[in-house]
């Protein structure tokens, strides 16, 4: 039973243009809601996160979107650069810290 | 500051053999997480530790895989014996009280021929 889903395997965006990569979650309880970012022979690295209380947070070129009516999270990437070319995991906080990941995205920006 | 220390990178046994991982978190973050990354999946969490005692390890299949946080400090995962399955890259996190953000090291990927 996964919690959390990411139903694009892959995403493939032109060098500044927009990248929306999204993710659904079943559960209303989870606390926060991160994206991580993760390069082939490296651990995932924290991207952005977004607090269950919010709706949107910006941090430079990183936007992340809550819906929580529709339980959907994105993440908006303007513009797109050749270095973000990455899978990107998004992921939920619950019960004290415990993190549920979904199953990717691997996103390619294209010069 | 140092990021989580994990060896070794890289590990290849044959099946029904035993290999250990070791991990040493973030200095002053009491919470170490285990997490096993298939190809083509999300990481999945095994192990949960606060401190020296034991969170949450309902994912962990207990039959092979075991794993201590001796002093509160540094952990080892260890797999007795290894299966075909058990290939994937075995992540190490730790989180600082109170945040929401995990830290993870490298990983060492295990590779069961």
């Known amino acids: 039973d996964q919690q959390v889903k990411q139903n694009s395997p892959s995403l493939s965006v032109q060098e500044g243009r927009i990248s929306i990569l999204n993710c659904d979650y079943t559960?209303?309880?989870?606390?926060?809601f991160l994206w991580y970012k993760k390069y082939p022979a490296e651990g995932p690295t924290f991207l952005i996160s977004?607090?269950?209380?919010?709706d949107k947070n910006e941090d430079g070129r990183f936007t992340v979107f809550l819906n929580k009516s529709a339980k959907h999270l994105s993440l908006h990437i303007v513009p797109s650069q050749p270095g973000d070319s990455a899978v990107y995991f998004c992921a939920v906080t619950y019960q004290g810290g415990k993190l549920i990941f979904g199953q990717g995205t691997e996103l390619s920006v294209k010069p | 500051e140092a990021g989580v220390a994990q060896s070794p990178r890289y590990k290849i046994i044959e099946k029904r053999q035993s290999v250990a991982f070791w991990c040493n978190p973030i200095s002053g973050h009491a919470t170490l997480y285990w997490y096993q990354q298939i190809l083509g999946q999300g990481p999945k969490l095994l192990i949960q530790f606060q401190n020296n005692g034991v969170v949450d390890d309902s994912q962990l299949p207990k039959d092979r895989f075991s794993a201590e946080r001796l002093k509160g400090v540094d952990s080892t995962l260890k797999i007795q014996p290894a299966k075909l399955e058990d290939s994937a890259v075995y992540l190490c996190?730790?989180?600082?009280?109170?945040?929401?953000?995990?830290?993870f090291g490298s990983g060492t990927q295990l590779s069961v021929l």
């Open positions: 559960n209303s309880m989870f606390d926060y």
């Open positions: 996190a730790s989180r600082f009280q109170g945040g929401e953000k995990l830290f």
């Open positions: 977004i607090s269950s209380i919010k």
